[in-house]
């Protein structure tokens, strides 16, 4: 662990899918579709935002999801790093997502 930069624990919980970046890992949550993550959150790419999701993607200091609630699904939803655009997908339904 590197000083200065904070770290959550991972959740004692199924999951239905993962998705790791560079020094964290988010993963949907078998029971209710939401995103649970750990690791460094240094840019808040570990605290991801209330919701169900279907599918997660990471990239090196931000994460997405796709929406899975009624009235937003395949909308996509970032959180971490805003940096050149990462966090502002465009508006739209998607059927799958990918980080880079």
Not at 16 to 31: E, V, W
Not at 55 to 82: F, N, P, Q, R
Request: glycine share 16%.
């Amino acid at each position: 662990r590197k000083p200065g930069i904070t770290y959550l624990s991972p959740p004692d919980r199924e999951f239905t899918s993962l998705a790791a970046g560079h020094q964290h890992t988010c993963g949907i949550l078998a029971r209710d579709g939401r995103v649970g993550c750990w690791g460094s959150n240094t840019f808040g790419q570990a605290k991801p935002p209330r919701g169900q999701f279907s599918d997660l993607t990471a990239g090196a200091w931000h994460t997405c999801g796709l929406l899975s609630i009624a009235g937003a699904t395949g909308e996509v939803m970032c959180w971490g790093l805003e940096d050149e655009g990462r966090t502002n997908p465009p508006a739209g339904a998607f059927s799958s997502i990918a980080a880079g």
